[in-house]
């Protein structure tokens, strides 16, 4: 929008430059209009009275001889007629004892005009002496303030006289085109501030759309901002989508109640029916061993199913008190390869009767993380048993030590990689594709791994089955990581 606004700008700034231009043109193509059409009929009027005077003198003998105040009088009634054809040019004859029969048949003010004009008297005389001199038209132009003169002579072989006319042409010259300039430079400048008024409007819709959207670009990651309300327009688009954000996070707070509501719902559904089992489990051998009591004859195996569901509910408890987040935790900067070592002497027994191999490798030497030692070995104890499960008799399992920014411990068996569908719900709670699976192992496993600061995932890079436990380095001891790539 800002080249737009620059291009309006320019575009407005060259219009009233255009206008200037155009308009003084104009005026002086008036000016060159009027002085022509008044030259024309001072001409005309110049050529009609020296025809006049001609026949006059041909007609009287003695009009030489006439004295000056009979000629005055007799060429004053020639140039009255003459001129009345002409309106606004006055004029008569000049020799060189004086003016001669002078008029102005048109003269618009109510008293008749009868002398001749003492402002132009002397060039009417410069002018009617060379056209005397040279017996052709003569013809000057004078400006004055606010008007110009248009003064017409022709001098006539036959006649003892000089006829001359004038025409004055009013509302331009210096000053009246100066006026019209002021004018002018009012409309440009009105034109200016309409401009300006339309940038400056301009400038703050672009700054107060340019707000919206930054505001808009802002709620994606913040909900709770809110764009300033302005007046006019803009703050009521404004006001309008904070109203619409505020009932957004009115329903997304109703949404997440429903969801916990329904994650709650599934949750207590889940653990309803792992506990139904163990606790039916325990009330049929309850049963069985009351009425073996009452016959005088208990079974011990009763009584050690019983313990035994007793056990496995313990057990279902405890697992879900991870996700209790008020559990105490003791994160400790240690080195990995100890805690893994201990984790293997768990299930070493178990990995030799299936005739699995385990091998560790070390990539990154002397590699620490800070980490529970209780929690890391419970998530790779996890890893390791849902392997030897998965694996059944003979095979491999691989693990890696390594810094990547973090450390990371890979946990790779030689069973095939797991499938899209099987990805997509492997972090899930009590959800099992294993027969006498309960479903909480890789969930607790990456609950454990988060709130130690670090994660679980499955590599979906890899050939085979492959979890990776990241876990945070201290901040004495960031190392690089090797390329570790199957």
């Known amino acids: 929008m800002q080249w737009q606004l620059g291009l309006t700008c320019v575009t407005g700034v060259l219009i009233a430059a255009l206008s200037w231009f155009l308009i003084s043109d104009a005026v002086r193509g008036a000016e060159s209009v009027l002085l022509a059409d008044a030259s024309r009929a001072v001409a005309a009027a110049v050529d009609e009275l020296t025809g006049q005077s001609s026949e006059r003198a041909a007609i009287e003998s003695d009009w030489a001889a006439l004295a000056p105040e009979l000629k005055d009088v007799s060429l004053r009634g020639v140039s009255n007629a003459v001129l009345r054809s002409y309106p606004g040019v006055e004029g008569g004859y000049w020799t060189p004892t004086g003016f001669l029969g002078y008029s102005f048949p048109t003269h618009v003010n109510p008293d008749r005009k009868t002398d001749v004009p003492s402002a132009e008297s002397a060039e009417i005389v410069a002018a009617a002496q060379e056209a005397d001199r040279t017996r052709r038209y003569t013809e000057r132009v004078l400006r004055g303030a606010g008007e110009a003169v248009v003064i017409g002579a022709r001098g006539d072989r036959n006649a003892t006289t000089v006829a001359w006319a004038m025409k004055r042409v009013t509302g331009f010259g210096a000053s009246a085109l100066q006026e019209r300039r002021w004018w002018l430079v009012g409309l440009v400048s009105t034109a200016l501030l309409s401009l300006l008024a339309s940038l400056v409007t301009a400038v703050g819709l672009a700054r107060g759309v340019a707000r919206i959207k930054g505001g808009l670009a802002r709620l994606e990651h913040d909900f709770q901002h809110q764009i300033p309300e302005t007046s006019g327009e803009l703050g009521d688009i404004a006001r309008s989508i904070n109203r619409m954000v505020a009932i957004r996070r009115t329903l997304e707070a109703e949404l997440r109640r429903e969801d916990r509501l329904r994650a709650m719902g599934r949750l207590v559904s889940a653990v309803a029916h792992e506990v139904r089992n163990p606790l039916n489990g325990i009330k049929l051998a309850s049963q069985l061993l009351k009425r073996q009591i009452a016959t005088g004859q208990p079974d ?60 560790v490798s070390e990539l990154t030497p002397y590699i620490s993380a800070l980490f529970d030692s209780a929690h890391f070995r419970q998530v790779l104890l996890n890893l390791l048993l849902n392997s030897l499960e998965s694996l059944g008799t003979g095979g491999w399992v691989c693990i890696e030590i390594y810094a990547n920014g973090q450390a990371e411990v890979r946990v790779t068996d030689s069973g095939a990689a797991l499938g899209p569908e099987q990805r997509d719900h492997l972090f899930e709670m009590f959800h099992s594709d294993k027969p006498n699976g309960v479903g909480l192992g890789l969930a607790v496993s990456r609950e454990l791994a988060r709130r130690m600061g670090g994660d679980l995932i499955y590599d979906t890079e890899q050939t085979h089955a492959s979890f990776l436990i990241r876990l945070p380095v201290p901040s004495h001891a960031r190392q690089t990581s090797p390329d570790c790539r199957r």
């Open 300 to 359: 011990p195996n009763q009584a050690d199913l019983i313990v035994e569901e007793v056990d496995r509910l313990e057990s279902l408890v405890r697992e879900l008190l991870v996700f209790d987040r008020n559990q105490p935790l003791k994160l400790e900067p240690q080195p990995i390869r100890p805690a893994v070592d201990r984790a293997l002497k768990l299930i070493a027994a178990q990995a030799t009767r299936q005739g699995i191999e385990i091998t």
